[in-house]
């Protein structure tokens, strides 16, 4: 069983930056792949990236070269830096892990998530 708490969300301008926090409890952290999620009001949620054990990450095409996640497995962490915050990226962000190694862009890929933090970009 993995518990995961996600920190750091709140409102910010266009063009800025938030870093977003999500820890875990639980055993063998360093053996999940850590994924970012996100869900807009009346939209599903969708990928935004992730990171696998051996630390390869991915990245949807509208986060790409603005958004970086990054692991502590000594703290049981993951995080989401999000430069050039646009409004479009207002959502609640929700961490997940899951044991796939592969396609880890696919929702159906992680067995725990946490319970969202939200990200409000005014324009």
């Known amino acids: 069983q993995v518990q995961l708490v996600e920190s750091g969300g709140g409102l910010v301008q266009a063009g800025g930056s938030l870093r977003l926090s999500c820890a875990a409890s639980?055993?063998?952290?360093?053996?999940?792949?850590m994924g970012w999620f996100r869900q807009a009001p009346g939209k599903e949620r969708e990928f935004a990236a992730a990171?696998?054990?051996?630390?390869?990450?991915y990245y949807s095409d509208s986060v790409k070269g603005r958004f970086t996640i990054s692991r502590d497995n000594t703290k049981s962490t993951v995080y989401l830096q999000m430069n050039s915050l646009k409004p479009e990226d207002t959502a609640v962000y929700y961490c997940?892990?899951?044991?796939?190694?592969?396609?880890?862009?696919?929702?159906?890929?992680?067995?725990?998530w946490g319970q969202g933090t939200q990200v409000t970009v005014s324009s």
């Open positions: 990171i696998n054990w051996s630390r390869n990450t």
């Open positions: 997940a892990a899951g044991r796939s190694y592969y396609d880890i862009h696919i929702i159906g890929q992680y067995d725990y």
């Open positions: 639980g055993r063998s952290f360093s053996n999940y792949a």
